[in-house]
């Protein structure tokens, strides 16, 4: 257990409208990363920190934005979403000072936008 | 485009007998691999990782074999047991922050 929460678990939203998923760690890991689950795809990364303040974009991070503001809380946030978005949204963590890469996950949010 | 592939999306195996999930990659910049464990409705839940410069690593139940020259890496679960049936997601690294990840085999054990 990496002590990461996720929240919402799960989420029903309307095209169009701003929707913001919450990642909370309890171990003070500086690095945090945002990823969705599509089938065929597996997991693919849309943003990660490596710090307060510090971001930067993954591989689909088109449509999406992120913040952190505090080391425990990494937010995910979709400005007007679409039904593309409709996804498993997991958030993790890595402990760089133990294993290189190995990340932990959170438990998920499942985003469906109709 | 992939770059990591796990080409059978589906196994199922005898509970006892061994279970081996494959997978191949294309970036030869990779160094470090992983498998990953999931349940429905969880996260992913790491279970074992190699380095290149290992071409083997076991812990207890679970085996990874690392074929470089091949950019293959498979991993096997003896003996396999019913709690074991999961989607299993390999993934890779090239030192950076971005873990590519396979899109998964279904192990289903049959007791």
């Known amino acids: 257990d990496a002590g990461i929460t996720q929240s919402p678990r799960h989420k029903v939203t309307e095209t169009g409208t701003p929707v913001t998923l919450r990642c909370h760690q309890t171990?003070?890991?500086?690095?945090m990363y945002w990823y969705r689950q599509d089938p065929g795809h597996g997991l693919r990364l849309i943003h990660y920190?490596?710090?307060?303040?510090?971001?930067d974009k993954g591989e689909v991070s088109d449509g999406y934005s992120v913040s952190r503001s505090k080391t425990e809380d990494f937010l995910l946030t979709l400005e007007s979403a679409t039904s593309s978005q409709t996804s498993v949204y997991f958030c993790?963590?890595?402990?760089?000072?133990?294993?290189?890469?190995?990340?932990?996950f959170g438990p998920g949010t499942r985003l469906t936008v109709l | 485009d992939q770059q990591v592939k796990q080409n059978s999306p589906s196994l199922s195996v005898q509970e006892g007998r061994i279970s081996i999930l494959n997978c191949d990659y294309t970036?030869?910049?990779?160094?470090?691999f992983l498998w990953y464990k999931k349940y429905p409705a969880e996260g992913p839940t790491f279970l074992i990782s190699?380095?290149?410069?290992?071409d083997k690593n076991e812990d207890g139940r679970f085996t990874v074999f690392l074929n470089k020259s091949a950019k293959h890496l498979s991993l096997h679960i003896v003996p396999s047991q019913p709690g074991d049936s999961a989607v299993y997601f390999c993934?890779?690294?090239?030192?950076?922050?971005?873990?590519?990840f396979g899109t998964g085999t279904r192990l289903t054990v049959i007791p």
């Open positions: 970036n030869s910049m990779f160094d470090y």
């Open positions: 171990e003070n890991h500086r690095y």
């Open positions: 920190s490596y710090g307060v303040k510090d971001t």
């Open positions: 190699i380095s290149s410069i290992k």
């Open positions: 993934a890779a690294s090239a030192g950076a922050n971005n873990l590519f």
């Open positions: 993790a963590i890595s402990v760089k000072d133990r294993e290189p890469d190995t990340q932990y």
